[in-house]
């Protein structure tokens, strides 16, 4: 594979160690001075030459480049898919996407159960997403006892925490309705992992999934979350594949 990544920090460095042996030529394009194994380039233009394009980066930089990156006709892989909570931009980008030759992927990130809730989306009755984080996670201290930190929606909390709920958005995209799906945000001292636990109820069964993922080295993100990116860039060269 030929990658264009943006971002070269925390996420893009885990994906590029899984993928090694899988990349033939990458670039990476970064406002911040991170480094990764690739050919650095100072302004955001995609290579001709470019296979996908994979966002490591920010709620930001989806927004500012997504839809140039669409126009290239490229693929494009994203993890931040708290943009797509903002619904002009989601609206702006799936018109472009209509017009493209492009295909957009949004990996799990931090959860499981993505399959499920896909496939009965249209019986789901209502959705609840616990996450539970280290204080610290949330840039907060002299927490010592759990808080709840937020209740609502997945627009609401991503508004709030746009480095901590990216899982928010993609639940919620999975089923399709925002408002189908109810968050609660937990500072909690007393664990040193990032707990996402998703209750589903819907008219075909119920279901209950509790991921108790490990921090990256970036603790405001989970291991599980670039893993699951560079799985899903994986599947590209894969003829037998398993599950969603």
């Known amino acids: 594979m030929k990658i264009l990544f943006i971002g070269g920090g925390n996420i893009a460095n885990i994906v590029y160690n899984e993928l090694k042996d899988h990349i033939e030529k990458c670039w990476y394009y970064d406002v911040l001075q991170t480094n990764l194994p690739c ?14 394009v994979v966002e490591c980066a920010s709620v930001e930089a989806v927004k500012q480049y997504g839809v140039d990156i669409l126009k290239s006709g490229k693929d494009f892989y994203i ?24 295909t957009v992927y949004v990996p799990s990130g931090a959860i499981g159960g993505l399959d499920i809730v896909y496939s009965i989306r249209n019986f789901i009755e ?45 639940l919620s995209l ?9 968050v609660r945000i937990v500072a909690d ?17 119920d ?12 603790p405001k993100t989970s291991y599980l979350a670039p893993l699951s990116l560079a799985a899903a860039l994986k599947k590209r060269t894969e003829k037998f594949r398993i599950g969603g």
């Open 39 to 52: 050919e650095r380039m100072n302004d955001f233009t995609i290579p001709n030459e470019a296979d996908v």
């Open 79 to 102: 993890i931040s898919s708290g943009a797509f909570s903002d619904e002009d931009f989601f609206d702006k980008f799936m018109i472009e996407l209509k017009n493209s030759n492009s």
């Open 126 to 170: 209502k959705v609840e997403l616990i996450t539970r984080k280290p204080p610290k996670a949330f840039g907060l201290e002299n927490v010592f006892q759990e808080q709840i930190i937020f209740t609502g929606n997945a627009r609401e909390a991503i508004t709030k925490f746009p480095q901590n709920t990216n899982v928010s958005v993609t």
């Open 174 to 182: 999975a089923v399709g309705d925002f408002n189908k799906v109810n």
């Open 189 to 205: 001292p007393d664990v040193d992992q990032n707990i996402h636990e998703i209750n589903i109820y819907s008219s075909v069964g």
């Open 207 to 218: 279901y209950k999934i509790i991921h108790k993922n490990k921090p990256s080295p970036n």
